[in-house]
């Protein structure tokens, strides 16, 4: 019975991300390759506000045309294991480059990028969602050289039968490689939770401890938009959280892919 009810699951996820794909390609089709008349603009964005497919499908038109010239690391396109997602790499300009280690010619590489803001330059590193174990260890390695005390994450867990993120922070306490990472606080709100974990590394000269805020929007579900109201709430605590803090790092978001819901921060 597990048998079948494990294959029953594996068609089923098959049969949701086919239907998936098959809706975004219909709505990239969809989209005008002609200007729009003035006239008949409002009338356009009411239409792909009642489908908000079609919004979709002009952001993923928009991606596919992006000059991928520009992403000359060709290192994560065949590292699987580390970049579910080939076709969506980081460029050279603003990629994260991480600390060599022994015996591991492509351990520099991880799909994140450093974004900037209005008064910093790399205030912010996008990257994409934890769906791997070695990504996880790599994630938790990359907040440590980049010195992050704060997290935000925008997608589920899991949404409608699909894995959107492996959970990359443990009930109580895990040691991802060199860094130990404990979860020491769970605060759970009406649409985010806000984790507090505690992160230890070891080396036989010191031992280095720092605490990381989690910021954890639950309720952005895939194809839809969030609760406007619950998303300010939430930005407000994370910029309350920056603005208290002394650490001079970039911060961490991240969402199902590295570019989808992360654009909004």
């Known amino acids: 019975m597990g048998f079948l009810f494990d294959r029953c699951i594996q068609y089923c996820r098959r049969t949701v991300d086919r239907y998936h794909e098959v809706q975004e390609e219909k709505a990239m089709q969809a989209v005008p390759t002609a200007p729009i ?19 979709k499908g002009e952001y993923l038109m928009v991606n596919r045309s992006i000059d991928n010239n520009k992403c000359r690391c060709d290192v994560g396109s065949t590292m699987t294991d580390r970049n579910p997602y080939p076709d969506t790499l980081p460029y050279d300009h603003n990629r994260v480059i991480l600390p060599r280690i022994d015996n591991d010619e492509n351990s520099h590489y991880i799909n994140a990028s450093y974004v900037n803001s209005w008064l910093k330059d790399k205030a912010y590193v996008v990257t994409q ?90 309720e952005w579900e895939l194809d839809s938009f969030p609760y406007i109201s619950a998303f300010i709430e939430l930005r407000r605590r994370v910029r309350q959280f920056m603005e208290k803090s002394p650490v001079d790092a970039p911060m961490v978001v991240h969402c199902r892919l590295v570019h989808i819901f992360s654009d909004t921060v």
Request: glycine share 0%; with cysteine.
């Open 37 to 55: 008349d003035a006239s008949k603009f409002v009338a356009y964005v009411q239409e792909r506000r009642k489908k908000r497919i079609l919004f």
């Open 129 to 218: 969602a934890v769906r791997t174990k070695p990504m996880n260890a790599e994630f938790w390695r990359m907040v440590w050289e980049l010195g992050s005390n704060c997290i935000v994450m925008l997608t589920k867990v899991f949404d409608f039968m699909r894995v959107m993120c492996l959970q990359y922070w443990p009930q109580t306490k895990f040691q991802f490689r060199e860094i130990e990472v404990e979860t020491t606080e769970v605060k759970t709100y009406s649409h985010f939770v806000i984790r507090t974990f505690k992160l230890t590394r070891k080396t036989e000269e010191s031992i280095e401890t720092r605490i990381v805020k989690h910021f954890h929007f639950t």
